[in-house]
């Protein structure tokens, strides 16, 4: 299993520019979900999905969109993208006999300028 | 909304020596409290978890230890190695929020050889 794969690794977006993230999982997991790690604040939930078809709003949604039309696929859109959306994305799945341990992707390290 | 709070956010130590990290949450409903390693580069990995029903619980030179009455949670590492070095977070979660996870800021250990 390649587990949660994410792209790209790097992105530098233009103020104002929109972009899709990536985010597979082979685990079939149910559960998954977007984190925004900036340094020195922890991760942040943006966004999370208890199946295909529902998401929900985490603790920083806001500039965000996402969609989950298949188990497996989690994209993240950033819309209008601004500088205090520099950060390091990253995503996880969790699911079968423990929803709470949470699996992550590698991440994406996204400049805005 | 629940609130983890994590300390210190940098620790050095002596190869040999323990370690500890503490954690407080806001919410007395947190009833899964995970603790995560991420290596530069990397995502976050689930090292050892604990649910509210238990004190203590412990992994080789891992443990970690939860006071429900006073709302902290804390990460033991003995006989730290070199490896060991990487940056930890605490989170927390209660039931029916579909898998989600509050983390704390993290704390960067240096294990020095």
């Known amino acids: 299993n390649a587990g949660v794969t994410q792209t790209p690794k790097f992105r530098i977006l233009k103020i104002g520019q929109s972009m899709t993230l990536q985010c597979t999982q082979d685990?079939?997991?149910?559960?998954m979900y977007w984190y925004r790690q900036d340094p020195g604040m922890g991760l942040k939930l943006i966004y999370y999905?208890?199946?295909?078809?529902?998401?929900d709003k985490g603790e920083v949604p806001n500039g965000y969109n996402v969609s989950r039309s298949t188990t497996e696929d989690f994209p993240l859109r950033l819309e209008l993208a601004a500088p205090s959306q520099t950060s390091v994305y990253f995503c996880?799945?969790?699911?079968?006999?423990?929803?709470?341990?949470?699996?992550f992707g590698p991440g994406t390290r996204l400049t805005v300028t | 909304g629940e609130n983890v709070e994590q300390h210190p956010s940098t620790l050095s130590v002596q190869e040999g020596d323990s370690a500890v990290i503490k954690c407080t949450y806001s919410?007395?409903?947190?009833?899964?409290f995970p603790w995560y390693k991420q290596e530069l580069g990397k995502g976050p990995q689930l090292i050892i978890d604990?649910?509210?029903?238990?004190g203590e619980k412990k992994d080789q030179r891992i443990a970690v230890t939860l006071n429900k009455t006073a709302k902290h949670f804390s990460l033991h590492i003995t006989e730290t190695q070199p490896e060991d070095s990487a940056v930890y977070f605490c989170?927390?979660?209660?039931?029916?929020?579909?898998?989600?996870?509050?983390f704390g800021q993290g704390t960067e250990l240096s294990v020095k050889p």
């Open positions: 919410d007395s409903a947190s009833n899964y």
């Open positions: 989170a927390a979660s209660k039931n029916n929020q579909g898998g989600k996870l509050i």
């Open positions: 685990m079939n997991h149910n559960y």
């Open positions: 999905s208890v199946g295909a078809g529902i998401t």
């Open positions: 996880a799945s969790s699911g079968g006999d423990t929803i709470y341990e949470q699996y």
């Open positions: 604990i649910r509210s029903n238990v």
